[in-house]
C-alpha cells in the first residue's frame, strides 16, 4: 500500500455567505496520477490553491505527509503549480523560464545549467533553451511551465487546467505526454478539469466534485461504470438515465418492464433510477430487442453513429452504434444484465459503499 501524502480533514472554505468547500475530507496517495473533476464553481482550484498554500482553510485540517500545513506558507510547501495561462516570464528566454526558480535558491551555476537540461529532455524541448517565450507554440509553452515545475523536484505536481487553451490534438497528445511523464517522474500530479473524457484518460483515481462536495472518488472505471447518483452518471459520460422501481435483488422496473440486473442490497419496491450507457445498447430488430424504439435522428461521430430514439411513453434513448439506423423505423434495443446499473436518489458515496458491502455479504 501506497504511503499517504496528502490528506483533508473536513475542511470548510466560505467567503461571506458563500461555502465553497464543505466539509471535504480525503487522502492522496504518493506516486499516483489524482484528477479533481467537476463542473466550473464546485470548488476543484479551491482545493489546489489551499494544497499550494495560495488560499487559506475557513476550518477543518490540511496534512503533509502526517503534518498540518494550515500555516506554513506557500513557499516552504514542495508543491509546485502549472497553471491554465503557464505564468511564463515573457522577457526572459526558455532556459531562464526554468531556471528562476533555482536561481532564487541560490543554487550552483553548474548544476542549474544540469538541471534545467535535464528538464527540458523530459518534456521533449531539448534544444530550446535559447528560444524567446513569444517564439513558442501553445504546446511547448505548457511543456515549459512542466518544466519550470519539476526542475525543483517538487513531491507534488499540480496542474490547474493546463491543457484548456490548447486545440484537440495537441490536448491528446499532451494527455499522453503527461501520463508519460508521471509515470516516469514517479511523482504525485493532482490535475483539475472539467473535461471528462480527459479525466478518465489520465487518472489513476478521480474525485468528482459538485457543489462544494466530492460526491464520489475512486478509478476511472468505477466512476463510469458504477456512479453513485445522477450528477455523477450525467457529468461523467453520455448516460440514458430514467426512473424505476427496484422489485427486489437482481431485478428492476422501468419503463413498464421487468429486467434482471446485477445491483441490490435496496428496499422491496424501493423508487430508483436506472442507468444505461449509449454504447451498451445494441440495436436489433423489433421482436429481439428488450425495448421498442422508433429512430428519430442520429449524427456521424467518426468512431459511430449517435443514434437519438424515442418508445412510445416518449422516454429519450441514445445508442452508440457503428452501423447506421433509418431514421423513422421501429427498432428493438438489446442490452445484458450487466448493463444495467441501478442507483439510489442522490445516494452518497458512504451510503453506496456500506450499501454495496452489505449485498456482497
Known sequence: MKKTIIAFNNVVKQYDDTSVLKNVSFEIEEGKF???????????????????GFTDATSGEIFFNGQKINDVPANKRPVNTVFQDYALFPHMNVFENVAFGLKVKKMAKDKIQQKVLDALKMVQLAGYENREINEMSGGQKQRVAIARAIVNEPTVLLLDEPLSALDLKLRTDMQYELRELQQRLGITF??????????????????????????QSGTPVDIYDEPINHFVADFVGESNIVKGTMIEDNLVEFVGKKFECVDGGMRPNEKVEVVLRPEDLSITTPENG???????????????????????????????????????????????????????????????????????E
Open 290 to 360: 428488450k425495448l421498442l424504439v422508433k429512430v428519430d435522428t442520429q449524427l456521424f461521430r467518426g468512431v459511430h453513429y449517435e443514434i437519438i430514439c424515442y418508445d412510445k411513453d416518449g422516454n429519450e434513448w441514445m445508442v452508440h452504434s457503428t452501423r447506421k439506423a433509418i431514421e423513422g423505423s421501429q427498432v428493438g434495443l438489446f442490452f445484458e444484465p450487466a448493463d444495467i446499473h441501478v442507483m439510489r436518489f442522490d445516494e452518497s458515496e458512504e451510503d453506496f459503499d456500506a450499501r454495496l458491502e452489505s449485498y456482497e
Open 34 to 52: 489524482y484528477t479533481l473533476l467537476g463542473p466550473s464553481g464546485c470548488g476543484k482550484t479551491t482545493i489546489l490553491r489551499m494544497i499550494a
Open 190 to 215: 493532482i490535475f483539475v478539469t472539467h473535461d471528462q473524457e480527459e479525466a478518465l484518460a489520465m487518472s489513476d483515481e478521480i474525485f468528482v466534485m459538485n457543489a462544494g462536495k466530492i460526491v
